[in-house]
């Protein structure tokens, strides 16, 4: 685990993290009275919420809640039918999502989203080309190219340096998963969204995931959506539960978990 | 997709040698020593006109290979370049024809129609799949009416002609042999752009956002963006096409860009194949040789030659009625095939 915090450390680029961090104030990131209506249908409605830098906090709620759709807004897949969403302090409510990311904000996708007619060196490849400058470039890669250095920091920071070469369509599920974080890791991230990644995972692949999300530096925030309660409360230091697309209840883990309501409502009653 | 998708591993320079496969020196010395055993209509109109045609298709290629975008706008941007050329340099027309020197009117004729490719493009690429053809087939045939309307610019229904290129070293280049090197140059280089620009950073971003533009957009890359740049690169491969059809022809009209025309360069593209690169010159070649043996053909079974255009699209039916992915998706079934017969543990054929 140390050493993929090495790595990781080394391939997030803290200095420009902290460049991008220092134009800004207050919270990472900042959601207020967001509401997101699919005609008369309200995913989520009046969600207020704000997280620290560097705080980690786990969304929880059942299916249906409005996670996922809250995470499409916070990073431009839809626009908020009414609020603002602010990162580091700037107003991102109306921006692109390229816009979104070049500000440092990350995500993983509940169900791959990968290129899966590429290996895994090129998926990673255009994580890091994309909030690069060269992203228009002409010119082939040297061997001595910043980018493909990342890239390959990256691949074995979420240890995948074996299939570095495999087509990704060739790859376990649980390897996917990996490959999504290393894509989310890339550039200088100052703001993840985990949406479910250990969705599917073997006990082994989970255990590793813990491992890769606790060894993240210490600058980089997250918000994670996970359905498996022992990750989530394991990588959280904060929980928000949402209900109906609706902010439910907030606190520590523990507080959460010994919550009567939450218990009713998420685990059915009966939990002690 | 995989065998278009480059690996972005730094690789060796694309002109390595020692990396050409035999049937590529080949077809390359075949090319070259062509004028030895080839007549000069050969030459001309078979050899030179598929070169032409296929950089035009390429242009589509890039775009609807590389980047998931059909556009029926090529032809058009092809026309616009050779009209340009007709206008600033010299013609038959010398009342309208400006008569600027090669060095200038060159340039801007790549220039002007890259600038209106792109133009296009960045109307296009915020629709997709059908309402991009309808979009492009509109300006397209806008294009084809303002032109033929249009006497003060171009010259209306009659157009420019005697449009001849520059005696570069003192050489009549449309003699077929200079025409058909010019020609073969210009494609080899329009290919190796291509080939190059796949294997760039531009290139597989292109190709990201062929696959997922919604993933491609959460990894930083403007999607818009890089389908404009793809129709400006397009464009010039497209229009240094469309200045050597104009030679050839020695004129242009707005029939160079008609609807049939547009139509022509999607249907090259698809026949020989929008995978790789080399589809659109096996297409065009195919389709010149239809479009010249056709009438020859129907002459000797008791039809009017003027009814090519039906063996045209039944060689178009027929391709694609075999292979989706034109003569080259039935190359790749050939291969693979000989693969699935190659004997696992000898390796021959079975």
């Known amino acids: 685990m140390a050493q993929a915090r090495t790595a990781i450390v080394r391939t997030a680029d803290r200095s420009a993290a902290e460049r991008l961090g220092s134009v800004s104030t207050g919270n990472a990131l900042e959601l207020r009275g967001v509401t997101k209506l699919f005609g008369a249908l309200a995913a989520i409605s009046d969600v207020t919420l704000s997280v620290r830098p560097g705080e980690r906090r786990a969304v929880l709620g059942s299916n249906g809640a409005g996670k996922t759709t809250l995470f499409n807004c916070v990073t431009g897949d839809f626009l908020p039918t009414s609020g603002t969403i602010r990162l580091f302090g700037e107003d991102l409510t109306n921006f692109p999502a390229h816009e979104r990311i070049r500000r440092g904000l990350r995500r993983t996708y509940q169900i791959s989203l990968l290129f899966g007619g590429m290996t895994v060196a090129d998926n990673v490849y255009l994580a890091c080309l994309g909030v690069s400058r060269g992203r228009f470039s002409l010119l082939r890669p040297r061997p001595s190219d910043a980018i493909v250095a990342r890239a390959h920091e990256l691949i074995e920071a979420v240890h995948l340096t074996r ?110 | 997709m995989a065998d278009v998708l480059p690996t972005v591993a730094p690789r060796k320079s694309l002109l390595a040698l020692e990396r050409i496969p035999a049937p590529v020196w080949v ?58 050329v007709a206008i600033l340099g010299t013609s038959g027309v010398t ?23 792109t133009l296009v493009g960045a109307l296009a690429v915020r629709t997709e799949g059908i309402y991009t053809i309808m979009i492009t087939l509109a300006i397209a045939a806008a294009f084809f009416y303002f032109t033929r309307q249009n006497y003060g610019i171009f010259n209306g229904y009659t157009g420019f002609n005697n449009v001849i290129p520059p005696a570069w070293f003192g050489v009549d280049w449309r003699q077929a042999v200079p025409f058909y090197y010019m020609t073969l140059a210009c494609a080899v280089l329009s290919y190796l752009a291509v080939l190059w620009m796949s294997r760039t950073p531009f290139g597989l971003a292109l190709q990201g956002v062929r696959d997922n533009p919604r993933r491609m957009a959460a990894l930083g890359f403007s999607v818009t963006a890089h389908r404009i740049v793809a129709y400006t690169f397009a464009s010039v491969i497209a229009a240094v096409g469309g200045i050597l059809l104009v030679w050839q022809n020695a004129q242009v009209t707005p029939g160079t860009a008609g609807i049939p025309q547009v139509i022509d360069i999607l249907v090259i593209a698809v026949v020989g194949g929008l995978k790789r690169p080399i589809g659109p010159f096996i297409g ?31 060689g178009f039916l027929a391709v694609v009625g075999f292979s989706p992915d034109g003569v080259l998706g039935l190359w790749d079934k050939y291969q693979a095939r000989r693969e699935a017969n190659r004997d696992p543990l000898l390796g021959g054929g079975r």
């Open chain 1, 163 to 272: 299939a570095r070469d495999t087509l990704v369509s060739a790859l376990s599920y649980g390897q996917q998963r990996q490959l999504e974080i290393a894509l989310a890791l890339a550039g200088a991230p100052r703001f993840i969204l985990f949406d479910e990644p250990a969705a599917g995972l073997s006990p082994t692949e989970r255990s590793e995931l813990v491992a890769i999300l606790s060894g993240l530096p210490d600058h980089i925030g997250y918000i994670i959506i996970e359905h498996d309660m022992d990750v989530a409360l394991r990588v959280a230091e904060s929980v928000t539960m949402m209900h109906n697309g609706r902010v439910f209840k907030e606190g520590t883990p523990e507080e959460i978990e010994n919550d009567a309501e939450v218990q009713e409502l998420y685990l059915g009653g009966g939990h002690g």
């Open chain 2, 95 to 117: 009342q309208i024809s400006l008569g600027w020197p090669w060095w200038l009117y060159i340039p801007l004729a790549i220039l002007i129609a890259a600038v209106f490719g």
């Open chain 2, 27 to 84: 077809l390359g010395l075949l090319l070259l020593a062509m004028p030895a055993f080839a007549s000069n209509f050969v030459l001309f109109q078979i050899f030179g006109w598929s070169f032409i045609l296929g950089m035009i298709a390429l242009s589509l290629m890039v775009l609807a290979g590389y980047g998931g975008m059909v556009s029926l706008i090529q032809m058009t941007v092809a026309a616009l370049a050779g009209y340009v």
């Open chain 2, 284 to 314: 065009a070649l195919i389709y010149a040789i239809l479009s010249v043996f056709a009438s020859d053909i129907l002459h000797a079974i008791g039809m009017s030659g003027e009814r090519f255009k039906l063996v045209v699209g039944l």
